[in-house]
């Protein structure tokens, strides 16, 4: 399970896995949520039934699970009125729970992973002292360099955030009168020393590093006041879960943070968990939330990350720096100007170089993934030149140093000049292509060349090709439900910023968690100009919405814009955010899909200044995103493939005049499309006056959500059909089989979902149950629809029915549930008992896995997509069953 919680972005070399092997399907359950663990919200109104007055709903709901002799725990409280009243419980029966008088909501603690710190070659104590001043591309591009020229800088403006407090850039010491003046320890262990700080020592310089260090970069609101709020452990496999990061929100809420910045995150796709509930809720209430949208964009649409997912929270995609600074090595013996390696420091290699290349021929795409020839010389007297691509970096240079060798130049296949992950071997890194090219040939023709890693004045400020457009790692929206994610771009994409001390102090790092804390940055810049109202607060997200650039989805003339499910509504522009005198709102507008269309929408345009305006207004559409690829159940993978066929869009007035104080005018929006490929068409609507360019950004679906298929019913995945019922050899039960039970011989589920689902089901029934299931009928002999009903509401079910369907018992539930991939996939290993921990009785029974669709009614068998396993005999040790 790939829950990415920092979101720094590494390259690794790309290797497609067609099928998972049976063999690789570990026996455990993989969901995303601590087991037992519940966040439940208390219904804070006076007239619940059975309350005593003089007692809280908290102490009411407490006392009469006790009363009921209902075993719990209760972990984090929350007492934030009007927020969130509530508490994290650990129990077995959450049946029990939601039936008492006084509980609003019940969600699962959903878990996720703890950052994975991700660095180049950083050199402890290297001062380069011919490291040329930061150009600070990243505040020309967003205006910032603008407002600093102003003397903004944030000052008084208070910032919550996750962050390191120990870089000299960013004050050295905690408290009043530091930078870093307040903050809180949510996990308590030792702070230094651990991988966890590395970025956030990124994310803190990016908002607040003081100018005039080494690089003279700065950060975007240096004056603000910054708390620490530190949610994660150290340990390298750590998580966070939703319980702790609530804490922190309504902490930082109750310390009166005007904006709260998080770099975290897990792919999720939905906008459900407690922690974007909260998040949401405290950004409708007035503080800004920033947080990331996610570093999955290689998997494509409909899989942005929560809290980020959050309906009123700022979700920040990431835009590549236009300039990296990398450094060059020399060429002796032959005229080069240098050949431009990607780490911001000098390798520590001394001498110069003989070069050797693993392969003469530079078309191959395998070179060195396997043991180089016995033909190869000892490689520790050169430098070697390899081609990037088919197997691991770590495959090259094993092969490379099993003949001795350790300095390595390995060339791009055209994947992209980045950072890349080369483990241990830290004399190895990536060159461009037509120098590794350029190598190859020199090495060919026998030329007396030597490569020298000089210690001083080869750094530089590298032009990069896919600088300026919106950094393909980006996470794709919308949400499941159509919530428009990401809202906005800011720069993430080769960021130079502070990094811990004993690593070096500067890197060069990539991720939508470096454009966050520089959005949260830009907002301290807006609340400080403007003031730390709630209403400015509240209008953070739309100002920067309609002041935003858009982005293009390459540099050509020609192509499209990016999709608004990458881009959000552009570039942010803090500099036009807070002067326009032009605002337009809503910032967005979302059309939702062909069965729940919204297609008249309007927006006001209000004239701030003191001069007569004339606007002219037309449409800039953007790609659509194909999200899917016609005749496949998983949606395409990123880059998502942009088309030109887009909506059309009808505006009541294409030009208006507005006198200082009026505003005006509203707008029907009209589209077409093909469905087979649930395009998701978008753009803007560009409100020119004489002086500024401001837009109304729009999504929708071409296509039902209703329709879309959640459960993968194919053979992709493994080569045999799923869902399945694995058993304890390891093969698909295909008739009746008995389980003891004890050690693995336990069945186990396997299924994997082509699209989030509000709602996955396993419940136990009755082995001749006459049930058309929609995903295996045809395997099923004599089956009717069994019409029952029942109401209910979360925790779902009462015993015996669910959605109209006879059930034994309850197995397991969990509620908005994100897609999977290509690769991954959910197996769910059962215990002889049922989700309240009773002992099932002995006897055959069918698993019936359930997925509601997207906009499904859960009440209704005909929402849910449905699929009865085999018979499983159920025969614990000590009963009568055999094995
Ligand atoms: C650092 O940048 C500022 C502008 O942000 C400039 O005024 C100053 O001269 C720079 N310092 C150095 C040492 O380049
Ligand atoms: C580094 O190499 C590039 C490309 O060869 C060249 O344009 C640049 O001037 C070099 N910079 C330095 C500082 O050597
Ligand atoms: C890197 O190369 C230098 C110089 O040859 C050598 O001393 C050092 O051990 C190498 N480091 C690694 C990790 O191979
Ligand atoms: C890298 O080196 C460390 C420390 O020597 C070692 O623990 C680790 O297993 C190595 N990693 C790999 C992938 O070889
Ligand atoms: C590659 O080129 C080198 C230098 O010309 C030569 O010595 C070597 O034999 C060539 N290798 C192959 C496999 O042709
Ligand atoms: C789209 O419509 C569905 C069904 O009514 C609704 O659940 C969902 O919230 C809507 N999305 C937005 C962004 O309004
Ligand atoms: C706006 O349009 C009116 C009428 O077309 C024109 O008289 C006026 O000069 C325009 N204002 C500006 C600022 O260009
Ligand atoms: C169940 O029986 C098997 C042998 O049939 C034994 O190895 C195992 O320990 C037993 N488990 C329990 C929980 O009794
Ligand atoms: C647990 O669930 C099963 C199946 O629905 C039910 O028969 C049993 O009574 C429940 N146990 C308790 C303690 O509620
Ligand atoms: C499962 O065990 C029961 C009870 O012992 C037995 O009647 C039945 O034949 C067994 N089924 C299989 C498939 O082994």
Redesign the pocket.
């Known amino acids: 399970m790939q829950a990415l919680a920092l979101f720094v972005q590494l390259a690794l070399a790309g290797y497609v896995l067609a099928t998972v092997p049976l063999t690789n399907i570990e026996r455990k359950t993989t969901f995303p949520i601590v087991p037992n663990k519940f966040i439940v919200e208390f219904n804070t109104a006076t007239d619940i039934p059975g309350k005593r007055s003089d007692e809280t709903t908290r102490a009411h709901v407490l006392r009469s699970w006790t009363e009921r002799g209902v075993g719990f725990h209760v972990g984090h409280e929350y007492n934030a009125p009007g927020l969130f009243v509530g508490a994290a419980i650990t129990l077995n029966?959450v049946k029990?729970l939601g039936q008492t008088a006084g509980v609003l909501a019940i969600r699962p603690s959903y878990t996720y992973q703890a950052p994975k710190p991700v660095f180049s070659h950083v050199i402890t104590g290297t001062s380069d002292p011919a490291v040329p001043p930061e150009t600070q591309s990243t505040h020309i591009l967003t205006g910032v360099d603008k407002l600093h020229a102003q003397g903004i800088f944030g000052t008084g403006v208070k910032i919550g955030m996750w962050i390191d407090y120990t870089h000299p850039a960013l004050g050295g010491a905690i408290g009043p009168g530091h930078k870093i003046v307040g903050g809180y320890d949510f996990v308590g262990d030792d702070y230094t020393g651990h991988g966890t700080h590395v970025a956030v020592s990124v994310h803190i310089g990016i908002l607040g590093a003081d100018p005039d260090n080494l690089f003279n970069i700065s950060g975007v609101a240096y004056e603000a006041s910054l708390s620490a709020y530190r949610i994660f452990g150290c340990s390298d496999d750590g998580t966070v879960t939703d319980d702790i990061i609530v804490a922190a929100l309504l902490l930082g809420r109750s310390e009166e943070q005007d904006i709260l910045t998080l770099s975290l995150g897990g792919a999720d796709g939905w906008t459900e968990s407690t922690s974007s509930v909260v998040a949401s809720r405290l950004a409708a209430t007035g503080t800004v939330v920033t947080i990331a949208a996610g570093n999955d964009g290689d998997t494509g649409s409909w899989f942005t990350s929560g809290p980020g997912n959050g309906v009123d929270v700022i979700s920040v995609a990431s835009l590549d720096n236009t300039v990296v600074q990398l450094q060059n090595a020399t060429v002796h013996g032959v005229a080069n100007p240098g050949i431009p390696y990607y780490q911001l420091w000098p390798l520590p290699i001394p001498g110069e170089w003989p070069i050797y290349a693993t392969s003469n021929d530079t078309t191959i795409v395998d070179d060195a993934c396997d043991p180089l020839p016995d033909s190869t010389p000892d490689l520790s007297v050169f430098l070697t030149v390899v081609r990037r691509g088919t197997c691991t970096f770590a495959q090259k240079l094993t092969n490379i140093a099993d003949k001795g060798g350790n300095v390595v130049l390995i060339y791009d296949n055209g994947n992209g000049f980045t950072l890349i992950d080369t483990g241990n071997f830290t004399n190895a890194t990536l060159i461009q292509a037509a120098d590794g090219i350029w190598l190859v040939s020199q090495f060919i023709a026998g030329a007396p060349i030597t490569i020298s890693f000089p210690q001083s004045g080869g750094s530089f400020a590298f032009p990069d090709s896919s600088g300026g457009l919106i950094s393909s790692f980006t996470s794709y929206g919308p949400t499941n439900d159509l919530y428009f994610k990401p809202a906005v771009a800011a720069p993430g994409g080769n960021i130079l910023s502070t990094f811990p001390v004993p690593l070096g102090s500067y890197a060069v790092m990539s991720g939508t968690s470096m454009a966050t804390p520089f959005l949260a940055g830009s907002a301290a810049l807006l609340l400080g100009v403007k003031g730390k109202t709630t209403a400015v607060a509240l209008a953070a997200r739309s100002l920067f919405e309609t002041t935003a650039q858009t982005i293009g989805s390459d540099h050509t003339d020609a192509a499209p814009l990016q999709t608004v499910t990458q881009q959000g509504a552009g570039l942010v522009d803090v500099f036009t955010a807070i002067h326009t005198e032009t605002l337009v709102t809503p910032g967005q507008l979302v059309l939702n899909d062909t069965a729940n269309y919204k297609g008249f929408q309007s927006f006001t345009i209000v004239n701030t200044g003191n001069t007569v305006k004339n606007y002219t207004l037309n449409h800039s559409p953007a790609g659509t995103a194909l999200t899917y690829q016609p005749g496949t159940i998983l949606p395409a993978d990123g880059p998502v493939p942009l088309s030109t066929n887009y909506a059309t869009v009808k505006l009541s007035a294409t030009s208006l005049t507005l006198h200082p104080g009026q505003s005006s005018t509203s707008l029907p929006t009209l589209h077409r499309h093909d469905p087979s490929t649930y395009p998701v068409f978008s753009g803007f609507i560009k409100i020119q006056s004489e002086t500024e360019t401001t837009h109304v950004t729009y999504l929708g679906l071409k296509g039902s959500l209703k329709d879309v298929q959640v459960v993968d019913n194919t053979n992709a995945a493994f080569g045999f059909d799923i869902p399945a019922l694995i058993d304890a050899d390891g093969d698909v039960q295909t008739g009746p089989q008995n389980y003891t039970f004890s050690g693995s011989d336990v069945p186990l589920v396997l299924n994997r979902l082509a699209f989030g689902t509000p709602m996955l089901r396993y419940d136990l029934v009755q082995p001749d149950i006459s049930l058309v299931t929609t995903l295996n009928q045809r395997s099923l002999k004599d089956g009717t629809p069994v019409l029952e009903r029942s109401v209910f509401s979360f925790p779902h079910g009462k015993?015996?029915t669910f959605a109209q369907v006879s059930i034994?018992?309850?197995l397991f539930e969990i509620d908005y549930v994100p897609r999977d991939y290509e690769t991954r996939y959910h197996t769910l290993q059962f215990s002889a008992q049922?989700a309240?921990g009773?002992d099932i009785p002995t006897g055959n029974y069918r698993i019936l896995l359930r997925a509601l669709t997207v906009t499904g009614d859960n009440t209704q068998e005909k929402d849910f997509e449905s699929w009865l396993s085999p018979i499983v005999g159920v025969f614990p040790n000590g009963t009568s069953g055999s094995a």
């Open positions: 029966d029990q015993p015996n034994v018992g309850s049922f309240n009773t």
